[in-house]
């Protein structure tokens, strides 16, 4: 019995314990807290609350919408982030090297689409001819259609032609007015000069008509 | 401070602030978001990708778009872009120096107040409250619509981690802004009014929101939270009828039903209703005994028990707790071990989705729930080990980006060098081909013709435009004519004569009527000549600067490649060296926490021992006293 009564004191609760961050969205600092409830004696309140109000404080100041990327330490931090610049910038250097290598301004040529509203109809693909070979067959996926949608343009082609006259035709596949398959094609005779040549195709609403239109332009 | 959402809405958080901020688009209705007028097809091909949530296609092609000067309408877009997706992938530090090089340029007023917006969410993560505050002072103006209740939401989040709880209250009261932000915005203002002694309406806005009817999982979350927060809040407060009420609210099965159930104990037991109390937290030691409520709650069950003075279940719960602890404890020695052998990273990657992309979009899935792994979540939730996860998860990334590279450029020296040999194969028979065709010879030729033709314009020369069977006709005539001159003058001779001026009549008669149409085609055919020369004279100049050029280009290619393979070859060791660094910082950061959950336990399980000992003194006390 006493030596149960010395144990009992000699293992009487710390004052001091700490809690850790676990799982959930409350997070409890690591602060020290009056004894817990547990055992005997009946809990005492003033512990048990002061506990609480770890727990409400550690509730109320929450992480904030972004991440602090100031938390890791900074030396690596650091690091990772001009790495990850360099990085960056080598892989557009190397984009624009293979670009030019694999795409020579004299013969460049780059087909572009992109969508205007898009009320009248419902894109689904398209296709690109030059000079009466198809060059490019595009299924477009619902996160590409949103993309286009929101003012996204996409380079459905790129490839080389020799300069002078070429013939382009474009064919549009999807749903029309009343759910119809809907397919139309547009085409552009368009002279090769010695500088890249960049063409988009426009698929645009016409309000008078309550129809599609399909637009194809060249830019300078 | 205030609320606000945790990591599992961070990334779409990002996206719609990215969206919404950068392009002006209408804040909560992404769907009905006008398409941009694209000026620059190669902004708009920056854009494809960046909807797509495909940030480092998208960042690259910004970069060499603005590099290649193919963006002129679109500078400050494209700039303003750049800065966020590089903000998206951790890079505050290149992002503000995309922000500060935009407000030194004079830029208008709409790009200029994004920029300071950005800047001061910058300064806001880093906790540079002071500058935070300062960057939203710079905001002047006009503001893009969707700008204004985020940038108040920001000011609030500024006031709130700066202590003015009144201001920031001030600020959220009425705050408007997209649907679903609204109900964070209450949170933060219920905070700000609790924080503030406003502990009544403080009280109010979260009952509001502890009311929220929603499907969604993250709404749902938090109106768990403000309940569980009105609950703690009243629990401290002693009034546990009420505190009882709020957590009642809270879901069986979410992210705070642990604690709730916990609370929920606690406010029966502190209405002295033991038996009550028993129940949620019987429920609760049912669960994983990961969870620090669940841990609690091994221990306030036998405390229960002993309240109702039923020491024998007491006893049985306290050893049941000592086992539970224990066990616990050797698990987590398990998983250090782990940890230490460098398991953990390899668990927490391998079980990543395949995402091709670093930064915001990518998330570890949950790891498979073995002894070792099933505390990898737990150290999922501490943002800072999240963010060594994501920078380890970002040097991996690089690494497989520069592996592709360093194939693809060995491609590239190898196109470049059958083009050179092709090249050098076919220039000994393209300058042969040149020096057979004399260039002056040519024009001289062409020139003389063309003086031909106009001499006979002048003198009206039809015979000049004569055709070939003409001139044959005409050549034969005057043989003829020449022959019937040696003959003597007869009758038949005379006839003939006759015949043969009869002929040259009809050959100048056809040569006259036929001469306007043969001089057009003529002059056609001169102009079709010099088309055809100055063709010729284009590629014989494009010949000869290929030939100068050419070599150049090679060697320039050749150079170009070998650098950018020597930053590839520079770059790979030090990303090596940076993701070992990383990797030991993850590791010493799990080691760290899973120590202090031991450290926890072994509190938990001497609080254990020492009421048993409390309950076997008490048992023998009473033996004794027994006569």
Redesign the interface.
């Known amino acids: ?1 006493s030596i ?2 010395s ?2 004191r000699r ?4 004052p001091l ?10 997070s ?1 600092r ?1 602060k020290p807290y009056a004894p ?5 004696p ?2 005492g ?1 003033r512990g ?2 002061s506990l ?2 770890w ?2 404080i550690s ?15 900074a030396a ?26 694999l795409y020579p301004s004299s013969t460049q040529v ?1 087909v ?1 689409l ?4 898009g009320t009248f109809f419902k894109f689904d693909s398209a296709q690109v001819k030059i000079d009466d070979k198809v060059v490019a067959n595009y299924l477009y996926t619902a ?2 259609l ?10 459905i082609y790129m490839g080389n032609l020799n300069s002078g006259k070429h013939e382009l035709v474009a064919l549009f596949t999807g749903q029309g007015p009343n759910q119809r398959d809907y397919r139309r094609g547009a085409t552009l005779n368009f002279d090769k000069s010695v500088g890249p040549k ?1 063409i ?1 195709l426009k698929i645009v609403d016409k309000e008078g008509k309550q129809q599609p239109d399909f637009q194809i332009r060249e ?1 300078e | ?6 990591n599992t809405r ?1 990334r779409a ?2 996206l719609l602030f990215l969206a919404l901020t950068l ?1 002006g ?1 209408t804040a909560g209705a ?1 769907d009905r ?1 006008p ?4 000026l620059d ?1 190669h ?3 920056v ?6 949530g495909d940030y ?1 296609d998208a ?3 910004a ?2 778009a603005e ?2 000067q193919q963006v002129p309408h679109h500078l400050q877009d494209t700039a303003l872009l750049t800065g966020g997706m ?1 903000l998206s ?6 992002a503000q120096q995309v922000f500060d090089k935009l407000l030194d340029a004079k830029v208008d007023e709409p790009v200029r107040n994004r920029a300071w917006f950005y800047l001061a ?1 910058l300064d ?4 540079n409250l002071a500058q935070a505050q300062e960057a939203l002072a710079h905001i002047a103006g006009k503001l893009p619509e969707s700008l204004v209740p985020q940038q108040s939401l920001l000011r609030a ?1 500024v006031l709130m ?1 700066q202590g003015h709880y009144d201001q920031a209250a001030a600020l959220l009261d009425g705050w408007q802004g997209p649907a679903d932000w609204q109900a964070y915005a209450r949170f933060n203002l219920g ?1 700000a009014l ?2 503030s002694g406003k502990t009544v309406q403080g009280e109010q806005q979260l009952d509001t929101v502890g009311q929220l009817t929603d499907d969604s999982e993250e709404l749902l ?1 938090l109106r768990d ?1 403000a309940n ?2 009105l609950g ?2 009243l ?2 407060n ?1 009034d546990a009828v009420r505190a009882h009420n709020y957590l009642e609210r809270v879901r069986l099965q979410g ?2 039903s ?2 709730a159930l916990l609370a929920f104990g ?1 406010a029966a ?2 209405q002295d209703q033991q038996q009550q109390a028993l129940v949620p937290w019987q429920e609760l030691i049912g669960r994983n005994v ?4 669940v841990q609690e709650g091994l ?2 069950v ?2 229960a028990y ?2 109702l003075q039923d020491y024998p279940s007491a006893a049985q719960h ?1 050893q049941q707790a000592i086992g539970a602890y224990e066990t616990e404890m050797r698990n987590l020695d398990s998983a250090i071990a782990a940890i230490r052998q460098g398991k953990l990273l390899d668990a927490m990657l391998d079980t990543a989705p395949g995402s091709a992309d670093m930064g915001w979009s990518w998330r570890a899935a949950p790891p498979p729930q073995t002894v070792e792994t099933q505390y990898l ?2 150290l ?5 080990f ?3 996860l994501k ?1 380890y998860r ?2 991996l990334f ?1 690494q497989n ?2 592996t592709h ?1 360093s194939s ?2 060995a491609a ?1 020296e190898d ?2 060098h059958s083009r050179e040999a092709r090249y050098q194969q076919q220039l000994p028979r393209a300058r042969e081909r040149m020096q057979s065709i004399d260039l002056k010879a040519l024009s001289a030729q062409r020139d003389a013709l063309a003086a031909r033709l106009s001499d006979s314009e002048r003198k009206r020369d039809t015979a000049a435009l004569a055709t070939t069977q003409e001139n044959d006709w005409q050549a034969r005539m005057t043989r003829i004519a020449g022959n019937l001159d040696h003959l003597d003058s007869t009758p038949d001779t005379a006839a003939l004569r006759e015949r043969l001026r009869i002929l040259q009549g009809v050959q100048i008669w056809r040569q006259n009527a036929d001469y306007s149409a043969r001089l057009w085609q003529t002059r056609q055919s001169l102009r079709e000549l010099d088309a055809a020369s100055a063709r010729l004279q284009e590629r014989w100049t494009a010949l000869e600067a290929a030939q100068q050029q050419a070599p150049r280009g090679f060697a320039g ?1 050749g150079q ?2 070998t650098a ?1 393979r020597a ?2 070859s520079a ?1 790979q060791p ?2 090596v060296a ?1 993701s070992t ?2 990797a030991q ?1 993850l590791q010493a950061l799990a080691i760290t ?1 899973l120590e ?2 031991k ?2 336990l072994a ?1 938990y399980r ?6 048993l ?5 008490r048992a ?2 009473a033996k ?1 006293a027994k006569p």
């Open positions: 019995m149960l009564r144990l009992a293992f009487s609760p710390s314990r700490e809690r850790v961050r676990y799982g959930t969205a409350i409890f690591a817990s409830p547990w055992p005997s009946p809990v309140a048990f609350y609480l109000s727990v409400i509730l109320l100041l929450q992480l904030p919408v972004f991440a602090h990327a100031a938390d890791a330490p690596i931090d650091g690091q990772v982030q001009s790495l990850k610049s360099e990085v960056l910038n080598l892989n557009r250097d190397l984009f624009v090297l293979e670009e030019e290598l780059a572009f992109s969508l205007d509203v996160r590409e949103e993309a286009l949608r929101r003012g996204g343009v996409h380079r960049y988009e830019w | 401070m205030g609320i606000v959402r945790r961070r958080d990002c392009l688009g992404a978001t398409p941009r007028q694209v097809l902004y708009g091909e854009l494809f990708y960046f909807y797509q480092f960042i690259t092609r970069l060499s590099q290649q590089e992938y951790g890079m505050d530090r290149a969410k806001y993560q880093r906790d989040q981690a905070v609790l924080r979350a939270k569980l927060a703690y809040t629990l401290q002693k992210p705070f642990n604690q606690w037991s502190a990961i969870d620090s409520a221990l306030a036998p405390y002993a309240q306290y979540w737990q999922l939730a501490g943002h800072e999240q963010t060594a920078n970002d040097l690089l980006n520069l590279w693809s450029i590239f196109m470049l290619y170009r490649i950018l930053r590839i770059l030090r990303i940076v660094m990383q910082q926490a202090g959950n450290k926890h509190a001497v609080q254990a021992q020492l009421a000992a409390q309950l076997y003194d023998s006390t004794e």
